[in-house]
């Protein structure tokens, strides 16, 4: 592995209970410089502490092992900072547990943590860069604490813990020495959100954890009939019975992410499809299919009521398969990755269809299956989508030798032909005024205890122009643009759209903490669709958040400065793009569109070929419609003569004077693609392709060569002395180089 979870920022250091975990127990040894020192390690007491973490964590990954589920637990522990206990001088066991800032701070200061804002934050420093180094998922710090000859193995009196507590969402854990094994494990549990059920500990009505989780087996709960549950968060001898016998209440499971709602073996957090979009083709000349595009993990969306709360998977994207009509899956490509660009060809004789797919070895989730039919292209990511074809033998279907079509314009509107909903709010439009409540579809609204609700447009760092969305904060009686968890951007649409952008830029607080952008996505329902969280924004830096739904079912945005920062935002755009041009691939998309009823229309470059419409009507249902094949004819070009395609000006007779009327037209107007002329004064299409070219003028020379040839029977000669060959006599005294001759030929290269 290398570098974070999908999904994580430096501060997830322990967000569900799953893959590999960096443990860094660190001791300290006081130094009798300020308390007396009654505590000292001695070797044994060193291995003791030691062989304590390792049993303590393990009981995790063997409890989990008897869940029979596809997953695993792997610690990593880093014994250097146990092995050499850092020298303090203070007595940790006989001060109160909150003065544990007194020697845990100094040890961080040592470890290079310098510009930490508070404790919490220079652990995960401490925690994020053990990560790195062990090559983990997520990293923890156990300090523990020499209480060999302390009488109780407690701290001090007046302490807010009298033994061994946790900090919760992957920071640490504080613990006598002397506590037992089971101590440790449970710990752990806090590590990762579950909570305590015991009395004087949380309440049956907490939640907490990557699904938020309720704490059901908490010693209150008031539902008739219940019975706590042996659970390794209670204490006494239920917390005992746990430990002994790997015995774990479902509510607490669910709080560190081991919930398995279908009972297939993979927890939900994991169970989520991989996803595999690119365009894929068969070359049948060459025997060979090509496919490009890109797979990644996909996370289930964090619900944690705690914590940064962002979306985290550890599913991998391990290969690309693929099989032929129906056979065995192979392999087509190894990845290994959480995320990457795909891009494969394999040597296959003619087959009837070809299947793609991601997977994910270990937890065994696949990406949905992507299905190519005989000739036809991979069409993939989108609510309508298909591919366009020259179809010659008017079947409707593609046969191989049929070429696919590049260059068409495909447009998509509603079914009346209305056109789709999209809209666009650039605060420059609005530079120094309040930009109206509801305006191009959309109603904005500034959300926060201070704030009055209106957005305005004022000069400050924007990622387009000079102005960004302000809101008018009643408190500090102006404008201002740090928008943070209590100062939110809410965007209400008149009709649902399938993906929503908006700019992100970093605002530096007075702290100097770096910012984090969050774009959420709902339905009409309030339910959250889709999330974006940049990564660390420098001052004035900027990222385009983008949230989609493939069902096109995005009814409102909210839009703020995450983990405790500020962002200035700016250049909302929303809808689904309405028109694309296809590749060489011939393949066209449109995601993100509600259900309902659409037409698809298409433009090919070329006037030589004519889509008939085959297709009406085109319904998205589940966010999904049935492929869309056009197949166009191959017509003749309007630009080409049908009488005799060499006689441009249509005069019956085919002489150089047809060809010098080409090359003037290129010389006026360019070598182009021509477009629906309306009506023809000059048929300049002799090569009949949709273009008119220098090679337009050369056909003609080269005809009027061969029929001379064929009138006289006298040997070849060139194009080029034909032309000077047959041209005209004494009924035309105008030389050629006269500009006043129609036969003048403005200086043009060939």
Do not use: C
Not at 103 to 118: C, H, K, M, V
């Amino acid at each position: 592995m290398s570098g974070l979870p999908l999904g994580a920022t430096p501060d997830d250091t322990g967000e569900f209970f799953l893959g590999r975990v960096g443990v860094v127990p660190v001791l300290f040894d006081s130094n009798g410089q300020v308390d007396p020192s009654t505590e000292d390690w001695t070797p044994v007491e060193i291995e003791e502490a030691i062989a304590k973490v390792r049993n303590g964590v393990q009981w995790w990954a063997d409890t989990l092992d008897t869940l029979d589920t596809v997953h695993k637990l792997e610690f990593v522990i880093d014994e250097s900072f146990a092995r050499t206990p850092f020298s303090t001088p203070y007595e940790p066991i006989s001060r109160m547990s909150q003065d544990s800032t007194t020697y845990i701070t100094p040890f961080l200061r040592a470890q290079g943590i310098e510009d930490a804002n508070s404790l919490d934050d220079a652990v995960r420093q401490f925690n994020h860069a053990a990560r790195l180094r062990l090559e983990t998922d997520w990293a923890f710090t156990i300090f523990l604490i020499d209480s060999s000859n302390d009488e109780d193995g407690q701290f001090a009196p007046g302490s807010d813990f009298s033994i061994a507590f946790a900090f919760a969402g992957g920071l640490y854990v504080v613990s006598p020495s002397t506590r037992p094994t089971s101590t440790i494990t449970h710990e752990m549990g806090h590590i990762f959100w579950a909570r305590d059920e015991y009395p004087g500990g949380a309440t049956w009505t907490d939640r907490r954890g990557y699904y938020n989780a309720q704490n059901v087996n908490a010693y209150d709960n008031p539902t008739p009939g219940f019975v706590q549950e042996v659970s390794i968060m209670r204490a006494g001898g239920a917390l005992t019975e746990s430990y002994e016998n790997h015995t774990l209440p479902a509510s607490t499971r669910a709080m560190i992410g081991w919930l398995d709602s279908d009972g297939d073996g993979i927890f939900d957090l994991a169970d989520v499809p991989l996803r595999l979009e690119g365009d894929g083709r068969y070359d049948a000349a060459a025997g060979v299919f090509r496919f490009e595009g890109f797979a990644t993990s996909v996370a289930l969306p964090n619900q944690n009521s705690e914590g940064p709360q962002n979306d985290i998977t550890l599913n991998r994207v391990d290969r690309i398969e693929y099989r032929v009509n129906g056979g065995a899956w192979l392999t087509a490509q190894n990845v290994d990755k959480q995320s990457s660009d795909i891009q494969f060809q394999l040597v296959l004789p003619a087959f009837d269809r070809i299947e793609l797919r991601a997977i994910d070895d270990s937890i065994g989730v696949t990406s949905p299956i992507l299905l190519a039919q005989g000739s036809s292209p991979i069409v993939s990511g989108a609510s309508i989508s298909g591919f366009v074809f020259v179809d010659v033998a008017g079947e409707g279907e593609k046969d191989p030798s049929e070429a696919l079509l590049a260059k068409v314009v495909a447009t998509v509107t509603q079914a009346d032909g209305s056109p789709l909903f999209s809209g666009r709010v650039e605060p420059d439009e609005y530079l120094n005024l309040q930009i109206p409540a509801s305006v191009s579809g959309a109603n904005l609204t500034a959300k926060g205890a201070t704030l009055d609700g209106r957005i305005g447009s004022f000069v400050a760092n924007a990622s387009t122009g000079a102005s960004a969305f302000h809101y008018y904060n009643r408190q500090g009686a102006r404008w201002q643009n740090a928008w943070s968890v209590d100062r939110v951007l809410e965007v209400q649409f008149d009709e649902t759209v399938g993906r929503v952008e908006l700019d992100a830029i970093g605002l530096i607080n007075e702290s100097g903490t770096l910012s984090y952008g969050r774009l959420e996505a709902y339905d009409a329902a309030g339910t959250l669709l889709d999330r974006f969280t940049t990564g660390k924004l420098a001052n004035l830096q900027v990222a385009k958040m983008v949230v989609e739904d493939p069902r096109g079912r995005i009814a409102s945005i909210r839009a703020f400065g995450h983990q405790f920062s500020s962002v200035g935002l700016d250049s909302l755009q929303f809808g689904t793009q309405s028109k694309v041009v296809t590749g060489a691939d011939g393949v066209f998309r449109f995601p993100g569109l509600p259900d309902g009823d659409y037409r698809v229309g298409f433009v090919p470059e070329r006037m030589i070929y004519r889509y008939v419409p085959a297709h009406p009507t085109i319904t998205v249902s589940s966010g999904v419609a049935n492929p869309v094949i056009a197949g166009f004819e191959r017509v003749a070009s309007p630009w080409r003569n049908l009488t005799d395609r060499f006689d441009v000006d249509n005069n019956g007779r085919v002489v150089p004077l047809d060809a010098l009327r080409i090359i003037n037209d290129i010389a006026r107007n360019g070598v182009r693609i021509l477009a629906n002329p309306g009506s023809v004064s000059l048929f300049v299409d002799t090569s009949d392709d949709g273009a008119v070219t220098a090679v337009d003028a050369l056909r003609v020379i080269n005809e009027i060569a061969r029929r001379n040839r064929a009138e006289s029977g006298e040997g070849e000669k060139s194009g080029v002395d034909q032309v000077f060959a047959a041209w005209p006599g004494d009924d035309d005294k105008l030389s050629p180089n006269d500009p006043l001759s129609p036969y003048f030929v403005e200086p043009f290269l060939l």
